[in-house]
Structure formats: C-alpha cells, structure tokens
C-alpha cells in the first residue's frame, strides 16, 4: 500500500492530480480537492506523476507496508 498525503496548507485546488490519479484525487461539488490516503502500489506511477505536476508540492508520497 501507498500513503498519500497533502499538504491542505499549500493545497489551491487547481486539480491537476486529479488529471494523474483519478483514482486517488478528486474534486467535489465545491471544487475541493478530495483524495483516498490508502491507495494501491498500482497507483505509483500515477501519482508519482501527481508528485511531480503540483505546483504547490503539496503531495508526498510514502511507501506503506
Ligand atoms: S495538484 Fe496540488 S494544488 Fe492542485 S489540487 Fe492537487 S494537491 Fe492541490
């Protein structure tokens, strides 16, 4: 398993994680940024790219056990 975590301090919402990991990120009715911490090791390249294209590098990633 993986474990995401987002910063909400640096988090703006502009929603391109949700464009890399859909399964992981989402926006609600708000807009807001939602995303799932527990994710899948299938998820990796996903939101490794997630990491990489947010502006805010609210993203860090952990591998869990
Ligand atoms: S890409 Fe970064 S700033 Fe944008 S919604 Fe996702 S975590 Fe927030």
Redesign the pocket.
């Known amino acids: 398993m993986l474990k995401v975590e987002?910063d909400r301090t640096?988090?703006?919402?502009?929603?391109?994680?949700?464009v890399e990991a859909p399964n992981v990120?989402r926006l609600n009715s708000r807009d807001e940024?939602e995303y799932t911490p527990d994710v899948e090791d299938a998820e990796l390249d996903n939101v490794e790219a997630?990491v990489d294209?947010?502006?805010?590098q609210?993203?860090s990633l952990a591998l869990g056990r």
Do not use: E, L, S, T
């Open positions: 987002v640096q988090c703006q919402n502009f929603g391109q994680c949700v990120f940024m997630a294209v947010c502006p805010m609210a993203i």
